[in-house]
């Protein structure tokens, strides 16, 4: 009588124990991916730094395989946000951001990348990436460490180990839609901004019109 397999424990042969491994569908693919995760070469402010010391022979991230840094976002998957993201320099990473082929992961290093940090606030300093860009992994710190470089590239791991095929957005039928460049102006305006701010305006300009249509008051009191 043959004997059946459990649905959740397959049971190989004792000859061939050494010899074959049996896993899913989901972690080859995933043990694939964080395997080899190609960062972008880009870097903003002193955060790059940190990360330049991360590549270096003392830390070493070519143990995850991120050894070669890709000059261009076509050959890229991980955006490692380093440094303080000002609004002239957004509309260039969410450019690239656009460029990186599926599966793109976002990594902001440091509290300016993550919340605009001592410059939140700033007249010239987007108060965090995340406001235009998804990010998935935040690394705190000004600057964080290189340990801290590398905590984060591990996080970025596990969450990738998480990741199924059936779930994954990019083997989704659905079309990705690709985020508008934001324009940089007086300010930085990001374009789906633009219908609310059109609102807005048409809303105000309306009161100022009803408002100077009103007839004056002819009584004036005079003391």
């Not at 991916?33 to 960062?39: G, L, M, N, T, Y």
Request: charge should be neutral; hydrophobic fraction near 40%; charged fraction near 20%.
């Amino acid at each position: 009588m043959k004997k059946a397999m459990s649905p959740t424990r397959y049971d190989v042969p004792p000859e061939l124990e050494g010899q074959v491994a049996i896993t899913t569908l989901d972690k080859i693919y995933n043990w694939g991916r964080r395997s080899s995760v190609w960062p972008l070469m880009f870097g903003l402010a002193c955060c790059a730094i940190e990360m330049i010391c991360t590549a270096a022979s003392r830390f070493d991230f070519s143990r995850f395989g991120m050894e070669v840094m890709r000059p261009s976002p076509r050959q890229a998957d991980l955006l490692l946000v380093s440094g303080t993201v000002t609004k002239k320099m957004i509309p260039q990473i969410v450019r690239l951001y656009n460029q990186m082929p599926e599966p793109k992961y976002v990594v902001a290093m440091g509290a300016c990348a993550s919340g605009g940090g001592p410059f939140k606030e700033g007249y010239n300093v987007v108060s965090g990436v995340d406001n235009y860009i998804p990010v998935d992994v935040y690394i705190p710190g000004c600057p964080p460490t290189p340990q801290a470089l590398l905590h984060g590239l591990i996080t970025l791991q596990r969450l990738i180990d998480t990741q199924s095929l059936k779930r994954a957005r990019w083997y989704s039928k659905d079309q990705t839609d690709m985020i508008p460049v934001p324009i940089l102006g007086p300010d930085v305006i990001d374009p789906r901004d633009i219908p609310a701010i059109k609102e807005y305006t048409q809303r105000k300009l309306a009161e100022q019109e009803a408002a100077a249509s009103l007839p004056l008051d002819e009584t004036v009191k005079v003391e």
